[in-house]
């Protein structure tokens, strides 16, 4: 049933591809994009080629950034000595829309997950590990998902940190046991930041 | 707060624009943009930009095309004397799916809409006009849709064709299949009731 145009029904396979997106979300994206403006169409693909080619990890705390420092690390006024720790780069904008955190942090791209390939030295934990021993941290907060990956990687990494004698907090469980950090709003999210405690 | 890289901020504002994609859906959207493959994104990118540079009009029923003709206007043993006129090309594909109509199109690309500008000369009915003066078409099916702009487009369209002396017909209203009919409105049960046919 090829009732429709070869490059369309291309468009529409590669836009099926992205998450939560069906074939009639698909089917709709993919005319709103042919009968766009070029300026539209144009913006939109420079912006998916520019953000793959220019975003790298920040070389302190592997958030994303475009240059050497990510924008948390490169801004004046944070305290330096409070590292928050998350697993992914979504989850720094919603700390930061709380408006209630002003230290820095730390990105760990992924929880351990053995069943899924992913032990501890596929995260960014040597890194972490690296800053706390050369850099004057008071206290590094876990803020892994309360999901069950997430508890263990904090566990493990806290017993990695204790030989440091520094402070190891976790967030409070105002947040709901397994949810995602990414949606939580940031009431919640502020109260668990007022409730941690420590790990150690 | 400006938390989040310039690229990325730019990729999720332009992914705002798309129809029905909010800001939460945009983030999502642009942070598996970034984790993607290069041969997922590079194909995305060419979709967008191939479906642009290669879609067209058909020559002959002005729906999509990416050559002279349309696939349907392409295919052979379609029923050339049968046009069925819609508003949008996505709507050949809802025809087309029901597996029971043979004959050719003509897409209008809208409906007569003044209070909007789209007046008859913004739509393809000079090129439906020309296809009923130079071909041999039988049978014309008005299938915009059931709005005040479709029935108008469709009843302006219909006046224009009743000089060729060919069949001119409207899709038939009535209760959806599936429906309920406790939430039928009055107006479709009424024009159900008047297009009622016998049972033996």
Not at 98 to 120: A, K
């Amino acid at each position: 049933m090829a009732f429709q145009t070869a490059p369309l029904e291309t468009l529409i396979e590669q836009l099926e591809r992205l998450p939560s997106i069906g074939h009639k979300s698909a089917t709709r994206l993919a005319f709103h994009l042919l009968r766009a403006s070029s300026e539209e169409a144009n913006a939109l693909v420079e912006a998916i080629v520019n953000a793959r080619e220019q975003i790298r990890e920040c070389t302190v705390c592997c958030n994303l950034a475009d240059s050497e420092h990510c924008p948390v690390c490169a801004a004046e006024g944070r305290d330096r000595r409070t590292v928050c720790v998350v697993e992914e780069p979504q989850d720094v904008g919603a700390f930061e829309r709380t408006r209630e955190y002003h230290g820095l942090y730390h990105v760990l791209h992924g929880t351990i997950s053995p069943m899924d390939g992913i032990t501890p030295d596929k995260l960014r934990i040597r890194e972490l590990l690296y800053r706390v021993a050369n850099e004057d941290i008071a206290e590094v907060i876990m803020a892994t998902n309360p999901t069950v990956e997430g508890e263990a990687t904090a566990m493990y990494i806290a017993k990695l940190l204790a030989p440091f004698n520094i402070r190891v907090t976790r967030l409070a469980y105002g947040i709901p046991v397994g949810g995602d950090l990414e949606y939580a709003d940031e009431i919640t999210l502020r109260r668990s930041l007022e409730g941690r405690s420590d790990l150690t």
